[in-house]
């Protein structure tokens, strides 16, 4: 996710806000670009917790694993 994308859901989310609102396009993009970004941070927190190590109180580790 581009910093000009964010600047767009920001400046989109700032308008619909206003009287005027939001127009059919501007709402279509506003639900893509809200989309992409958490699906963006979705895949990075599962990274996160994919390279995630839990150190028990005795010294033994083991990687988090993914309930299923």
Request: proline share 3%; aromatic share 2%; no cysteine.
């Amino acid at each position: 996710m581009t910093d000009e994308k964010i600047q767009r859901i920001n400046a989109l989310a700032k308008k619909s806000r206003t009287p005027e609102g939001l127009t059919a396009e501007e709402k279509l993009e506003q639900a893509a670009l809200r989309r992409e970004y958490i699906d963006a941070m979705k895949q990075s927190l599962k990274s996160q917790l994919d390279a995630s190590v839990v150190i028990r109180p005795d010294g033994s580790s083991y990687k988090l694993t993914q309930k299923q």
